[in-house]
């Protein structure tokens, strides 16, 4: 089992690009989340989603949209990247009980210029 | 609001020593404890959790947390600290009354050969 995969690694955009940022998982998992990585901030809830079609907002859902149209997938994008949103994002999942552990992937390293 | 306090940026151990990261939380509800490791440009890894009953908790790689509901902390230990324990420690909280789980910033773990 790969268990959960980011798509891509790295990116560099300009301000006002925009991109999608792909979690895949394997594991069967209902939740899903994104998080992004910022020195001396920890980890920050953007979205989560806790089921097929279902999403729903973080801490700091400003600026990122989300999908959860397969089970297995979760998408964050960004419609027109700022420079504040330099970071480096985590998605996770887990299963359905309250007490799961999340899963996370390698992380996604985004620069806006 | 959930939230969780790492009060520490860093804790510096000499190898062989006892360590302690510190956690404290705020939820409604019941919470659910988590702490996670991230090494060097990794995702985070799971190491223990406290759901209910006893309130000292083993996880992976000798560590163990303590729950204590009146101080509403869940701090990480470990009886003699490795030079491989340094790293990144992570303490997370969910409550039973919700589906988002919130991290704390972080502890940078030195442990000094």
């Known amino acids: 089992n790969a268990g959960v995969t980011q798509t891509p690694k790295f990116r560099v955009l300009k301000t006002g690009q925009s991109m999608t940022l792909l979690c895949a998982q394997d594991m069967n998992h209902e939740y899903m989340y994104w998080y992004r990585q910022d020195p001396g901030m920890g980890l920050r809830l953007i979205h989560y989603?806790?089921?097929?079609?279902?999403?729903a907002k973080g801490e700091v859902p400003d600026g990122y949209n989300v999908s959860r149209l397969k089970k297995q997938n979760f998408l964050l994008g960004l419609e027109s990247a700022a420079p504040s949103q330099t970071s480096v994002y985590f998605c996770?999942?887990?299963?359905?009980?309250?007490?799961?552990?999340?899963?996370f992937g390698p992380g996604t390293r985004l620069t806006v210029l | 609001a959930q939230s969780v306090a790492q009060p520490e940026d860093q804790v510096n151990v000499a190898e062989g020593n006892p360590l302690t990261v510190k956690c404290t939380y705020s939820?409604?509800?019941?919470?659910?404890l988590f702490w996670y490791v991230q090494y060097p440009n990794r995702g985070l890894q799971f190491l223990l959790k406290?759901?209910?009953?006893?309130?000292l908790v083993k996880g992976s790689y000798g560590f163990e947390a303590e729950f204590n509901k009146s101080q509403t902390s869940f701090h990480l230990k470990k009886p003699s600290a490795l030079v491989s324990d340094s790293a990144l420690y992570f303490c997370?909280?969910?409550?039973?009354?919700?589906?988002?789980?919130?991290f704390g910033k972080g502890t940078r773990l030195h442990i000094l050969p």
């Open positions: 939820v409604s509800g019941n919470p659910y």
């Open positions: 989603s806790v089921g097929e079609g279902t999403t």
């Open positions: 406290y759901i209910t009953g006893d309130n």
């Open positions: 997370a909280v969910r409550s039973s009354r919700d589906d988002k789980i919130i």
């Open positions: 996770a999942s887990s299963y359905l009980r309250a007490g799961e552990e999340q899963f």
